[in-house]
Protein backbone atom coordinates (compact mmCIF):
# COMPACT_ATOMS: atom_id res chain seq x y z
CA UNK A 1 0.00 0.00 0.00
CA UNK A 2 1.43 3.46 -0.92
CA UNK A 3 1.89 6.06 1.88
CA UNK A 4 -0.97 8.06 3.18
CA UNK A 5 -0.93 11.73 2.68
CA UNK A 6 -1.61 13.53 6.36
CA UNK A 7 -3.12 16.86 6.33
CA UNK A 8 -3.31 18.73 9.55
CA UNK A 9 -6.16 21.27 10.25
CA UNK A 10 -3.81 24.00 12.08
CA UNK A 11 -0.62 24.58 12.63
CA UNK A 12 -0.24 25.66 16.27
CA UNK A 13 1.75 23.74 19.00
CA UNK A 14 0.18 20.04 18.86
CA UNK A 15 0.97 19.95 15.02
CA UNK A 16 4.33 21.47 15.71
CA UNK A 17 5.39 19.12 18.13
CA UNK A 18 2.98 15.92 17.45
CA UNK A 19 3.36 15.45 13.88
CA UNK A 20 5.55 17.58 11.64
CA UNK A 21 8.75 17.36 14.31
CA UNK A 22 8.01 13.60 14.51
CA UNK A 23 7.70 12.86 10.97
CA UNK A 24 10.93 15.02 9.97
CA UNK A 25 12.26 11.98 11.14
CA UNK A 26 11.16 10.45 7.90
CA UNK A 27 11.36 7.15 9.86
CA UNK A 28 7.92 6.13 8.76
CA UNK A 29 7.98 7.57 5.45
CA UNK A 30 6.87 4.19 3.89
CA UNK A 31 3.20 4.95 5.72
CA UNK A 32 2.94 8.10 5.86
CA UNK A 33 3.99 11.89 4.73
CA UNK A 34 3.14 15.43 5.40
CA UNK A 35 0.88 16.26 1.88
CA UNK A 36 -0.63 19.79 3.63
CA UNK A 37 -1.16 22.26 6.47
CA UNK A 38 -3.60 24.95 6.40
CA UNK A 39 -4.22 27.93 8.81
CA UNK A 40 -6.33 30.67 8.71
CA UNK A 41 -2.96 32.89 10.45
CA UNK A 42 -1.45 34.89 7.39
CA UNK A 43 1.86 32.95 6.76
CA UNK A 44 1.42 30.24 9.22
CA UNK A 45 1.03 27.54 6.91
CA UNK A 46 3.16 28.64 4.47
CA UNK A 47 6.23 28.94 6.95
CA UNK A 48 5.07 25.63 8.42
CA UNK A 49 5.69 24.21 4.51
CA UNK A 50 9.11 25.73 4.14
CA UNK A 51 10.22 24.70 7.83
CA UNK A 52 9.26 20.67 7.64
CA UNK A 53 8.68 19.85 3.72
CA UNK A 54 5.57 19.72 3.21
CA UNK A 55 4.24 19.67 0.24
CA UNK A 56 1.24 21.85 -0.10
CA UNK A 57 -0.10 24.71 2.53
CA UNK A 58 -3.69 26.66 2.13
CA UNK A 59 -5.29 29.05 4.17
CA UNK A 60 -8.65 26.75 4.55
CA UNK A 61 -9.53 23.94 5.58
CA UNK A 62 -11.77 23.52 2.52
CA UNK A 63 -8.97 24.01 0.37
CA UNK A 64 -6.85 21.22 2.33
CA UNK A 65 -10.01 18.65 2.23
CA UNK A 66 -10.09 19.37 -1.79
CA UNK A 67 -6.33 18.15 -2.10
CA UNK A 68 -6.16 14.60 -3.99
CA UNK A 69 -2.91 13.92 -2.01
CA UNK A 70 -4.90 14.07 1.50
CA UNK A 71 -5.94 10.78 2.38
CA UNK A 72 -5.80 11.74 6.46
CA UNK A 73 -6.47 14.53 8.43
CA UNK A 74 -5.40 15.40 12.02
CA UNK A 75 -7.74 18.01 13.23
CA UNK A 76 -5.48 20.22 15.17
CA UNK A 77 -7.60 23.05 15.68
CA UNK A 78 -9.19 24.33 19.14
CA UNK A 79 -11.94 22.12 20.53
CA UNK A 80 -14.63 24.60 19.45
CA UNK A 81 -14.10 23.64 15.59
CA UNK A 82 -13.82 20.22 15.99
CA UNK A 83 -17.43 18.94 14.91
CA UNK A 84 -17.49 21.26 11.58
CA UNK A 85 -14.16 20.33 10.63
CA UNK A 86 -14.56 16.93 11.84
CA UNK A 87 -17.51 16.66 9.44
CA UNK A 88 -16.53 18.07 6.63
CA UNK A 89 -13.19 16.03 6.53
CA UNK A 90 -15.58 12.43 6.65
CA UNK A 91 -17.97 14.08 4.33
CA UNK A 92 -14.75 14.87 1.99
CA UNK A 93 -13.66 10.85 2.39
CA UNK A 94 -11.10 11.73 4.52
CA UNK A 95 -9.59 9.59 7.70
CA UNK A 96 -9.62 11.77 10.58
CA UNK A 97 -7.88 11.82 13.84
CA UNK A 98 -8.97 13.88 16.61
CA UNK A 99 -6.90 15.56 19.11
CA UNK A 100 -8.92 15.96 22.78
CA UNK A 101 -11.37 16.39 23.02
CA UNK A 102 -13.12 14.98 19.63
CA UNK A 103 -15.90 17.39 20.30
CA UNK A 104 -17.73 19.70 22.48
CA UNK A 105 -20.15 17.49 23.43
CA UNK A 106 -21.33 13.86 23.42
CA UNK A 107 -23.97 14.54 20.68
CA UNK A 108 -21.60 16.08 18.57
CA UNK A 109 -19.11 12.88 18.96
CA UNK A 110 -21.66 10.18 18.43
CA UNK A 111 -23.12 12.27 15.38
CA UNK A 112 -19.23 11.98 13.80
CA UNK A 113 -19.31 8.24 14.17
CA UNK A 114 -22.34 7.26 12.73
CA UNK A 115 -21.22 10.39 10.08
CA UNK A 116 -17.71 7.84 9.78
CA UNK A 117 -19.83 4.71 9.61
CA UNK A 118 -21.95 5.96 7.01
CA UNK A 119 -19.00 7.33 4.46
CA UNK A 120 -16.65 3.98 5.52
CA UNK A 121 -14.42 6.44 6.91
CA UNK A 122 -11.84 5.59 10.08
CA UNK A 123 -11.76 7.73 13.07
CA UNK A 124 -9.17 7.95 16.24
CA UNK A 125 -9.58 9.87 19.27
CA UNK A 126 -6.70 11.29 21.16
CA UNK A 127 -5.39 10.22 24.39
CA UNK A 128 -5.07 7.08 23.17
CA UNK A 129 -3.58 6.29 27.19
CA UNK A 130 -4.33 2.96 26.83
CA UNK A 131 -0.92 2.83 25.00
CA UNK A 132 0.80 3.36 28.47
CA UNK A 133 2.43 0.03 29.86
CA UNK A 134 0.92 0.68 32.89
CA UNK A 135 -2.57 1.09 31.90
CA UNK A 136 -2.31 -2.23 29.75
CA UNK A 137 -0.54 -4.31 32.48
CA UNK A 138 -3.44 -2.60 35.11
CA UNK A 139 -6.19 -3.73 32.25
CA UNK A 140 -4.39 -7.09 32.31
CA UNK A 141 -5.12 -7.41 35.95
CA UNK A 142 -8.04 -6.53 35.97
CA UNK A 143 -8.75 -9.12 33.41
CA UNK A 144 -6.75 -11.87 34.85
CA UNK A 145 -8.66 -11.39 37.97
CA UNK A 146 -5.07 -10.57 39.99
CA UNK A 147 -6.91 -7.64 42.03
CA UNK A 148 -9.83 -10.15 43.02
CA UNK A 149 -13.41 -8.00 43.10
CA UNK A 150 -12.36 -4.06 42.43
CA UNK A 151 -13.13 -2.27 45.02
CA UNK A 152 -12.45 1.08 43.84
CA UNK A 153 -9.62 3.62 41.82
CA UNK A 154 -8.40 6.41 42.35
CA UNK A 155 -6.62 8.95 40.04
CA UNK A 156 -6.48 12.47 39.30
CA UNK A 157 -4.43 15.81 37.94
CA UNK A 158 -3.72 18.84 39.51
CA UNK A 159 -2.01 22.17 39.07
CA UNK A 160 -3.42 22.55 35.50
CA UNK A 161 -4.34 25.83 35.37
CA UNK A 162 -0.45 27.00 35.32
CA UNK A 163 0.29 24.06 32.96
CA UNK A 164 0.30 26.40 29.93
CA UNK A 165 1.48 29.45 31.03
CA UNK A 166 5.31 28.05 31.85
CA UNK A 167 5.80 26.14 28.60
CA UNK A 168 8.94 27.65 27.61
CA UNK A 169 8.01 28.04 23.88
CA UNK A 170 5.25 30.32 24.63
CA UNK A 171 7.55 32.97 25.90
CA UNK A 172 10.39 32.50 23.15
CA UNK A 173 8.50 31.68 20.21
CA UNK A 174 11.19 31.64 17.53
CA UNK A 175 11.76 35.33 17.74
CA UNK A 176 8.30 36.08 17.22
CA UNK A 177 5.50 37.70 19.27
CA UNK A 178 4.71 35.25 22.86
CA UNK A 179 1.54 32.70 22.23
CA UNK A 180 -0.79 33.44 24.84
CA UNK A 181 -2.79 31.10 26.00
CA UNK A 182 -5.70 32.94 26.48
CA UNK A 183 -7.96 30.78 25.08
CA UNK A 184 -7.52 27.69 27.97
CA UNK A 185 -8.94 29.92 30.28
CA UNK A 186 -12.36 30.95 28.29
CA UNK A 187 -15.51 29.31 27.81
CA UNK A 188 -16.65 27.21 25.97
CA UNK A 189 -13.73 25.12 25.23
CA UNK A 190 -11.29 26.20 28.24
CA UNK A 191 -10.52 24.52 31.80
CA UNK A 192 -9.12 21.32 32.96
CA UNK A 193 -11.69 19.11 31.96
CA UNK A 194 -10.75 19.18 28.33
CA UNK A 195 -7.42 19.30 28.61
CA UNK A 196 -6.23 17.63 31.22
CA UNK A 197 -8.79 15.67 33.15
CA UNK A 198 -9.45 13.73 29.64
CA UNK A 199 -6.25 11.97 30.18
CA UNK A 200 -6.64 10.27 33.93
CA UNK A 201 -10.28 9.69 32.78
CA UNK A 202 -9.43 8.09 29.66
CA UNK A 203 -6.93 5.83 31.41
CA UNK A 204 -9.60 4.78 34.62
CA UNK A 205 -12.28 3.86 31.78
CA UNK A 206 -9.93 2.46 30.03
CA UNK A 207 -8.68 0.05 32.42
CA UNK A 208 -12.40 -0.68 34.30
CA UNK A 209 -15.00 -0.20 31.27
CA UNK A 210 -16.90 2.04 30.46
CA UNK A 211 -18.95 4.57 33.45
CA UNK A 212 -22.66 3.92 34.44
CA UNK A 213 -23.55 7.08 36.78
CA UNK A 214 -21.82 10.37 37.48
CA UNK A 215 -21.62 12.37 40.24
CA UNK A 216 -19.42 15.42 40.82
CA UNK A 217 -18.67 18.70 43.17
CA UNK A 218 -16.58 21.71 41.78
CA UNK A 219 -16.08 25.42 41.11
CA UNK A 220 -14.17 28.16 40.24
CA UNK A 221 -11.42 29.40 42.46
CA UNK A 222 -8.63 31.72 40.86
CA UNK A 223 -10.10 34.68 38.29
CA UNK A 224 -7.61 35.07 37.19
CA UNK A 225 -3.96 34.42 35.72
CA UNK A 226 -0.74 36.23 35.08
CA UNK A 227 1.40 35.60 31.45
CA UNK A 228 4.38 37.68 31.96
CA UNK A 229 2.87 41.78 32.85
CA UNK A 230 -0.73 40.43 30.86
CA UNK A 231 -3.40 39.80 33.20
CA UNK A 232 -5.69 36.94 31.70
CA UNK A 233 -9.22 36.95 33.32
CA UNK A 234 -10.62 33.38 33.98
CA UNK A 235 -13.86 32.18 32.94
CA UNK A 236 -13.46 28.26 33.94
CA UNK A 237 -14.52 26.12 36.55
CA UNK A 238 -11.57 25.02 37.79
CA UNK A 239 -11.43 22.28 40.93
CA UNK A 240 -13.36 19.13 40.77
CA UNK A 241 -14.01 16.02 41.99
CA UNK A 242 -15.77 12.82 40.40
CA UNK A 243 -17.35 10.09 41.77
CA UNK A 244 -17.73 7.52 39.48
CA UNK A 245 -19.96 4.30 39.16
CA UNK A 246 -18.34 1.55 37.15
CA UNK A 247 -21.11 -1.04 38.03
CA UNK A 248 -21.49 -3.53 40.30
CA UNK A 249 -19.93 -1.69 42.93
CA UNK A 250 -16.81 -0.47 41.74
CA UNK A 251 -16.43 3.21 41.71
CA UNK A 252 -13.65 5.16 41.01
CA UNK A 253 -12.50 8.45 42.54
CA UNK A 254 -10.74 11.25 40.24
CA UNK A 255 -9.91 14.94 40.93
CA UNK A 256 -9.26 17.68 38.63
CA UNK A 257 -7.65 19.73 41.05
CA UNK A 258 -6.40 23.68 40.88
CA UNK A 259 -3.33 22.48 43.37
CA UNK A 260 -2.16 19.97 45.62
CA UNK A 261 -1.56 15.97 45.38
CA UNK A 262 0.22 14.40 42.22
CA UNK A 263 -0.82 13.93 39.01
CA UNK A 264 -2.05 9.97 38.25
CA UNK A 265 -2.67 9.41 34.56
CA UNK A 266 -2.73 5.94 35.73
CA UNK A 267 -4.84 5.16 38.34
CA UNK A 268 -4.33 3.37 41.41
CA UNK A 269 -6.47 0.05 41.54
CA UNK A 270 -7.73 -1.51 45.12
CA UNK A 271 -9.56 -5.22 45.12
CA UNK A 272 -10.25 -7.91 47.39
CA UNK A 273 -7.52 -9.61 46.91
CA UNK A 274 -4.97 -6.85 46.25
CA UNK A 275 -3.76 -3.62 44.79
CA UNK A 276 -2.28 -1.87 42.01
CA UNK A 277 -0.18 1.63 42.83
CA UNK A 278 2.20 3.17 40.97
CA UNK A 279 3.72 0.50 39.23
CA UNK A 280 3.36 -2.38 41.75
CA UNK A 281 1.24 -4.88 41.88
CA UNK A 282 0.78 -6.92 45.06
CA UNK A 283 4.23 -5.75 46.16
CA UNK A 284 5.73 -7.02 42.70
CA UNK A 285 7.68 -4.04 40.41
CA UNK A 286 6.06 -4.21 36.97
CA UNK A 287 8.37 -2.34 35.18
CA UNK A 288 12.42 -2.34 35.95
CA UNK A 289 11.89 1.38 35.02
CA UNK A 290 8.96 2.82 35.97
CA UNK A 291 9.65 5.23 33.55
CA UNK A 292 9.14 2.70 30.69
CA UNK A 293 5.18 2.13 32.29
CA UNK A 294 4.21 5.35 31.45
CA UNK A 295 6.00 5.61 27.86
CA UNK A 296 3.80 5.81 24.44
CA UNK A 297 3.94 1.52 23.69
CA UNK A 298 5.84 0.69 20.78
CA UNK A 299 7.72 3.90 19.56
CA UNK A 300 11.38 4.42 18.76
CA UNK A 301 13.74 6.09 21.87
CA UNK A 302 14.38 8.92 19.05
CA UNK A 303 10.41 9.49 19.25
CA UNK A 304 10.12 9.09 23.03
CA UNK A 305 12.61 11.57 23.87
CA UNK A 306 10.56 14.43 22.02
CA UNK A 307 7.36 16.39 22.72
CA UNK A 308 3.94 15.02 22.32
CA UNK A 309 4.90 11.15 21.92
CA UNK A 310 1.34 9.90 22.99
CA UNK A 311 -0.47 12.41 20.50
CA UNK A 312 2.09 11.05 17.47
CA UNK A 313 1.02 7.74 17.96
CA UNK A 314 -2.33 8.33 18.22
CA UNK A 315 -1.64 9.65 14.49
CA UNK A 316 -0.10 6.91 13.75
CA UNK A 317 -2.55 4.55 14.74
CA UNK A 318 -4.65 5.93 12.60
CA UNK A 319 -2.16 5.09 9.97
CA UNK A 320 -2.39 1.51 11.31
CA UNK A 321 -5.89 1.44 11.24
CA UNK A 322 -6.29 2.08 7.57
CA UNK A 323 -3.81 0.43 6.36
CA UNK A 324 -4.07 -2.35 8.31
CA UNK A 325 -7.68 -2.12 9.54
CA UNK A 326 -6.08 -2.48 13.33
CA UNK A 327 -8.07 -1.94 16.35
CA UNK A 328 -6.52 1.58 17.74
CA UNK A 329 -6.03 2.26 21.53
CA UNK A 330 -7.41 5.49 21.42
CA UNK A 331 -10.75 4.62 19.59
CA UNK A 332 -13.30 7.31 19.10
CA UNK A 333 -16.44 5.68 20.89
CA UNK A 334 -13.97 5.53 24.27
CA UNK A 335 -13.58 9.66 23.22
CA UNK A 336 -16.91 10.21 23.09
CA UNK A 337 -17.85 8.40 26.49
CA UNK A 338 -15.34 10.25 28.44
CA UNK A 339 -16.64 12.72 26.86
CA UNK A 340 -20.26 12.48 28.49
CA UNK A 341 -18.30 11.69 31.67
CA UNK A 342 -16.79 15.52 31.52
CA UNK A 343 -20.58 16.53 30.66
CA UNK A 344 -22.23 14.90 33.34
CA UNK A 345 -19.66 16.45 35.90
CA UNK A 346 -20.61 20.14 34.65
CA UNK A 347 -24.80 18.65 35.01
CA UNK A 348 -24.06 17.18 38.19
CA UNK A 349 -22.03 19.86 40.29
CA UNK A 350 -24.97 22.79 38.61
CA UNK A 351 -27.85 20.44 39.55
CA UNK A 352 -26.35 18.69 42.29
CA UNK A 353 -27.79 15.36 41.29
CA UNK A 354 -25.85 11.87 40.16
CA UNK A 355 -25.98 12.01 36.35
CA UNK A 356 -26.87 8.38 33.90
CA UNK A 357 -24.56 7.92 31.36
CA UNK A 358 -26.11 6.62 27.48
CA UNK A 359 -22.91 6.00 25.62
CA UNK A 360 -20.32 3.14 26.44
CA UNK A 361 -17.41 1.65 24.42
CA UNK A 362 -15.80 -1.73 24.28
CA UNK A 363 -12.87 -1.91 26.36
CA UNK A 364 -9.75 -4.21 25.51
CA UNK A 365 -9.82 -7.41 25.59
CA UNK A 366 -6.62 -9.64 26.53
CA UNK A 367 -5.99 -10.98 23.58
CA UNK A 368 -5.96 -6.80 22.03
CA UNK A 369 -3.36 -6.18 25.00
CA UNK A 370 -0.59 -8.12 23.25
Known amino acids: MKALGLGAIGSGEIAINSIFKHLDLHDTDDKVYMAA ?4 VPGRAEAMAQQYGIKSWYMTDDELLA ?3 V ?3 SICSPIRFHYEQGMKAIRAGKHVHFNKTMAMTSREAMELIEEARRMNVKLTASPGMMAMPLNIESRRAVLENKLGKVTYAIGGVRGVLFYHLREGYRHDNCGSEPLIPTWYYKKPDGGPQYDHA ?6 MTGILGPVKRVSCMGGQIMKEFKFGEQIIESEVDDNFVFLLDFG ?3 FGMFYSALAGGENMMSPSLYGTEGRLE ?3 LNNVQLFENPIMGMAAKGLPMEHLKMHEPFVYRDV ?3 VDYVREDKRPFGSAEQGCHVLEIIEAGFESMRSGRTVELKTSFTPLTLEELG
Do not use: A, F, R
Not at 37 to 40: E, R, T
Not at 198 to 203: A, I
Open 67 to 69: DPN
Open 198 to 203: VYGLTS
Open 278 to 280: KGV
Open 71 to 73: DIV
Open 316 to 318: MEL
Open 37 to 40: VCDP
Open 248 to 250: ENT
